[in-house]
């Protein structure tokens, strides 16, 4: 992803609300499986890293990514925002060109 690819979902990404939350248990599988569903429905999604959560964003945003096979485009605060092309159809793409 070009730096330039990155802003614009950065920009896009200020006006989301959290959908998805990493509380006291972590990333359970619960939760992959969450954020990988709103992943498929929205391609970019933000996450909320809660203080009783082991670690914070910028400690989790790898290991997330890794695991929903999603595009690490910022960790910023107690937040996380994630971008992966979804194969749905019937949903409007985000244009990365």
Not at 41 to 53: F, N, P, Q, S, Y
């Amino acid at each position: 992803m070009t730096s330039k690819q990155r802003k614009k979902l950065i920009s896009l990404a200020m006006n989301l609300a959290v959908t998805v939350q990493i509380g006291k248990n972590g990333l359970s599988d619960s939760v992959i499986e969450q954020i990988s569903q709103s992943l498929e429905d929205h391609e970019l999604v933000k996450i909320g890293v809660l203080k009783t959560a082991d670690g914070d964003a910028k400690s989790m945003i790898a290991e997330v990514a890794e695991k929903t096979g999603a595009e690490p485009v910022q960790a910023i605060g107690n937040k996380i925002v994630l971008y992966r092309l979804s194969g749905k159809d019937g949903i409007e793409h985000i244009r990365l060109d």
